[in-house]
T-cell receptor, first 114, second 115 residues
């Protein structure tokens, strides 16, 4: 069975701090895709990144970076120099190759305080 | 940009009522999904559809049905609403199976309360 675990239910930091959101996944498949979504207070889930299981390169996009490590089945998300606008619920999700279904983690509520 | 539109942001219904949640996407996506979101549980898949008139059960289909008569529209139906169906409902769409790693695009959600 596939499973995604986001152990951090809530995180609260002061603006400009760096923060890392953890994501651990379980699957026996060799082909899969990992995603991060952001859900601001407005409710819509916003797609941030996808990564396939054959590409372990880390990725950086502005203040956002992602660390994919197959050895530990983790796909962690770091926000550098956090801002109040980063406050949201963040979801990590897994999609198996050959399927379109997403399996979501429980989500991490991130609060950035001014 | 992909636009997924859910007909209502907030909805209040009574126990036993038949409830329809509507979702429309404007990007000619083959796949459409309905999720419910509950605190501490993340998003759970109710039903999905990969073509017109096609549907597949997700992880929690009990108490729900769906309809997809047109490619752009996917309806979620609560046949006889119950209080445990009070939740946030999210619709999503994505490109076809031939491009499996395509992300799903979500609507704003419908917060449904069953009294």
């Amino acid at each position: 069975a596939q499973k995604v675990t986001q152990a951090q239910t809530e995180i609260s930091v002061v603006e400009k701090e760096d923060v890392t959101l953890d994501c651990v996944y379980e699957t026996r498949d060799t082909t899969y895709y990992l995603f991060w979504y952001k859900q601001p207070p407005s409710g819509e889930l916003v797609f941030l990144i996808r990564r396939n299981s054959f590409d372990e390169q880390n990725e950086i996009s502005g203040r956002y970076s992602w660390n994919f490590q197959k050895s530990t089945s983790s796909f962690n998300f770091t926000i550098t120099a956090s801002q109040v606008v980063d406050s949201a619920v963040y979801f990590c999700a897994l999609m198996l190759g050959g399927a379109q279904k997403l399996v979501f983690g429980q989500g991490t509520r991130l609060t950035i305080n001014p | 940009d992909v636009k997924v539109t859910q007909s209502s942001r907030y909805l209040v219904k009574r126990t036993g009522e038949k409830v329809f949640l509507e979702c429309v996407q404007d990007m000619d996506h083959e796949n459409m999904f309905w999720y419910r979101q509950d605190p501490g549980l993340g998003l759970r898949l109710i039903y999905f559809s990969y073509d017109v008139k096609m549907k597949e059960k997700g992880d929690i289909p009990e108490g729900y049905s769906v309809s997809r008569e047109k490619k752009e529209r996917f309806s979620l139906i609560l046949e006889s609403a119950s209080t445990n169906q009070t939740s946030m409902y999210l619709c999503a769409s994505s490109l076809s199976l031939g491009q499996r790693n395509q992300p799903q695009h979500f609507g704003d959600g419908t917060r449904l309360s069953i009294l």
